[in-house]
């Protein structure tokens, strides 16, 4: 019994860790939306 209430907790931790993790790492991939404004000419017809 007491070994299933440990796997279930460590299972528990686990996800959290990954879910901490993946968080973390959106940052990262996350392209700002001011990225192309430097650059930005309209397309022909959208002014």
Not at 27 to 44: Q, R, V
Request: aromatic share 12%; with cysteine; proline share 6%.
């Amino acid at each position: 019994m007491c070994e299933m209430v440990g796997q279930l907790i460590q299972k528990k931790q686990e996800e959290k860790q990954i879910q901490e993790d993946q968080a973390a790492n959106t940052g990262y991939w996350k392209i700002p939306a001011y990225y192309d404004d430097l650059n930005y000419e309209p397309e022909p017809g959208y002014n």
